[in-house]
């Protein structure tokens, strides 16, 4: 029996970051389905020199950008729908209209587990809380029709609060400035205990840095670190178990799939 992922993200490279290790694992797998859902392109991010991109062209850049991530990683998904909304605007956007445009697509397509955002948003970006608010709203209308397919369970990307302690530590020691989980743009952490799925990518990490390279214009995001600093925080995709509740407690699973 095949097993059918989406990956409901606001910008490109929030998926490269999110979820590219778990693909990349999957990606012999022949009945491996994978559906990839941005609400927008990400014009307003950041345009590092040398990228090539302009403020006008920075959107169609990324999305680009993000199309050969995947190649890089070798394994492009089946499905990837851009929703076209305004980077820094998805707030705005009304907000059931949001969970009806995020349903109509995972109603269709029915994945066995979704994966967005918590309400920390990885780095507080409204955004990202915004997206993941919608996804898991969607989730929870579809899991509750009745149907008996798909909707096994819903993730949150998250990132345990010592692994935040331990990347400082590093930075520190680089001599670089640590990340201040306070600020608004900057990585925060949960509860070590709510993380309930703990993937192993060490063995696709160099196919995931790889893939984050792509993201030419977004370079600041990746030479801020080291390259053993980025590989370490690139061998883990953690996510707390949203759905079912009450799920998890015991050792974190190790994939996404398991159990199902």
């Known amino acids: 029996m095949g097993r059918a992922l989406a990956v409901v993200v606001a910008h490109p490279d929030d998926d490269t970051f999110g979820c590219s290790g778990t693909v990349a694992l999957h990606a012999g797998d022949p009945t491996f389905r994978f559906v990839l859902i941005h609400a927008t392109n990400g014009a307003a991010g950041q345009i590092a020199k040398g990228s090539g991109a302009t ?4 959107g169609s ?6 199309r050969r991530s ?28 949001l969970v009806e445009v ?3 697509i995972l109603e269709r397509e029915r994945p066995d587990v979704v994966i967005t955002f918590g309400p920390e948003g990885v780095t507080g ?40 302690e331990r990347l400082n530590e590093r930075l520190v020691g680089d001599g670089k400035e640590p990340i201040d ?3 608004l743009y900057q990585p925060r952490g949960v509860p070590d205990e709510t993380i309930g799925v703990d993937v192993d ?21 990746v030479d801020a670190f080291s390259e053993d600093a980025m590989r370490d925080a690139l061998a883990r995709e953690t996510h707390v178990i949203a759905r079912p509740g009450g799920a998890g407690g015991g050792a974190p699973l190790a994939d996404v799939f398991e159990g199902l």
């Open 55 to 58: 403020r006008e062209t920075l």
């Open 61 to 66: 850049v990324r999305e680009e950008e993000d």
């Open 70 to 97: 995947w190649i890089a990683l070798g394994r492009e998904p089946d499905r990837h729908a851009w929703l076209g909304y305004a980077d820094g605007g998805v707030a705005d956007v009304p907000f059931d209209e």
């Open 102 to 104: 995020i349903a109509e």
């Open 125 to 164: 970006h409204p955004d990202h809380i915004t997206v993941g608010r919608a996804a898991t709203a969607a989730f929870d209308r579809l899991a509750g029709a009745g149907t008996s397919d798909g909707f096994a369970r819903l993730l949150h990307q998250a990132i345990r609060a010592s692994d935040i």
């Open 181 to 183: 989980p306070t600020q």
């Open 201 to 221: 990518c060490t063995p696709v990490v160099d196919r995931k840095l790889a893939a984050l390279r792509e993201h030419r214009t977004q370079a600041g995001d």
